[in-house]
Nanobody, 126 residues
Framework: QVQLIESGGGLVQAGGSLRLSCVASGHTFSRYAMGWFRQVPGKERKFVAAISWSGGNTLRADSVKDRFTISRDNAKNTVYLQMNSLKPEDTAVYYC???????????????????WGQGTQVTVSS
């Protein structure tokens, strides 16, 4: 069992930056690929970024590729999402997720993740 707790969300002006963190419980964090997704009320959850168990491979959605960076620190059981040049359309609840099914790359498909955090709200004002 893995428990995930996100933090770092908040209100920021367009063009600003935020760094989200997701801390995982347990001693097996390094076995999991990790992902970030986001969801706007009434809409489907969307993939943002993923990172392999080692941090050597990453995936990012086209909409964030030049602005967001995913990273991890296995010694701290933590995955990060650095978000720069934020836009109002980035406003959403951001979730981190863990998957053991594809540890070498992660996945852009939310149904391939086994564990989810409770989410953290990011609001970008224009």
């Amino acid at each position: 069992q893995v428990q995930l707790i996100e933090s770092g969300g908040g209100l920021v002006q367009a063009g600003g930056s935020l760094r989200l963190s997701c801390v995982a419980s347990g001693h097996t964090f390094s076995r999991y690929a990790m992902g970030w997704f986001r969801q706007v009320p009434g809409k489907e959850r969307k993939f943002v970024a993923a990172i392999s168990w080692s941090g050597g491979n990453t995936l990012r959605a086209d909409s964030v590729k030049d602005r967001f960076t995913i990273s991890r620190d296995n010694a701290k059981n933590t995955v990060y999402l650095q978000m720069n040049s934020l836009k109002p359309e980035d406003t959403a609840v951001y979730y981190c997720a863990a998957t053991i099914r594809r540890p070498g790359i992660g996945s852009a498909m939310d149904n391939e993740y086994d564990y989810w955090g409770q989410g953290t709200q990011v609001t970008v004002s224009s």
